[in-house]
């Protein structure tokens, strides 16, 4: 079964500095795998998604992340922060056979201070 | 366009009402979804339609009852609900074929059971 573990519940940042979100993923056979944002009082925002296609992948609003298979990870990053970056970050995982359950981490909580 | 819009947007209800959430997508997508979130935890999948039947059902309690009256609108039905049922319900939409399938996304019901 696919898994995945979101190190820091909270990351905090300053405007303008670097981001980076963690996952690592637990699979048998190479996933498929998403981040998603989450504003307050609103639904899941697909950022970007990880197909197999490019390990490095380029998603909205600035974002990217790399899939790493030798470390298991697929960590998100921006280059500088917006104070409307604030926001929960979601990875998630799915098999890649038959039907597969889309299967979230726990969360980060992105702070951005001015 | 990559729209689900759901109705209301907030509900408050009694534990003895009934009461009913709507989703919609345009996208011409086969499958639909309903999660519930709490607060500061990821989705969790209660149902999962495709092609407009009830394929998936992860041991919801029957006071929650899905409907796909057709293959761009779901519903969920609830009653006799408990103030633990107050949640974020989220609806979602994909193609329903395909191997990567990304799930698109509602901005969700605050539904609180008092």
């Known amino acids: 079964a696919q898994s995945v573990t979101q190190l820091g519940s909270h990351v905090s940042v300053s405007e303008g500095a670097l981001v980076l979100l963690r996952c690592n993923y637990s699979?048998?056979?190479?996933?498929?795998l998403f981040w998603y944002v989450q504003y307050p009082n609103q639904g899941l925002q697909l950022l970007l998604k990880?197909?197999?296609?490019?390990?490095l992948v380029k998603g909205i609003n600035g974002f990217e992340a790399e899939f790493k298979k030798s470390e298991t990870s697929f960590h998100l990053t921006k280059p500088s922060a917006h104070m409307s970056d604030a926001a929960e970050y979601f990875c998630?995982?799915?098999?890649?056979?038959?039907?597969?359950?889309?299967?979230f981490g726990t969360g980060t909580r992105l702070l951005v201070s001015p | 366009d990559t729209e689900v819009t759901q109705t209301p947007k907030h509900l408050v209800m009694g534990m003895t009402n009934k009461k009913s959430l709507k989703c919609e997508q345009h996208?011409?997508?086969?499958?639909m979804y309903w999660y519930k979130q709490k607060a500061k935890k990821p989705p969790e999948l209660m149902f999962v339609?495709?092609?407009?039947?009830?394929?998936i059902n992860e041991s919801v309690p029957s006071r929650f009852s899905p409907e796909c009256p057709n293959s761009s609108l779901l519903n969920l039905h609830l009653h006799a609900l408990q103030p633990e049922d107050s949640a974020l319900y989220l609806c979602?939409?994909?193609?329903?074929?395909?191997?990567?399938?990304?799930?698109?996304f509602g901005p969700g019901t605050r539904l609180t059971v008092t």
């Open positions: 979602a939409s994909s193609q329903g074929s395909g191997r990567v399938d990304e799930q698109y």
């Open positions: 699979s048998s056979v190479p996933p498929y």
């Open positions: 990880y197909t197999s296609a490019a390990t």
């Open positions: 998630a995982v799915k098999g890649n056979t038959g039907f597969q359950k889309l299967v």
């Open positions: 996208m011409g997508h086969r499958a």
């Open positions: 339609y495709s092609y407009e039947k009830l394929s």
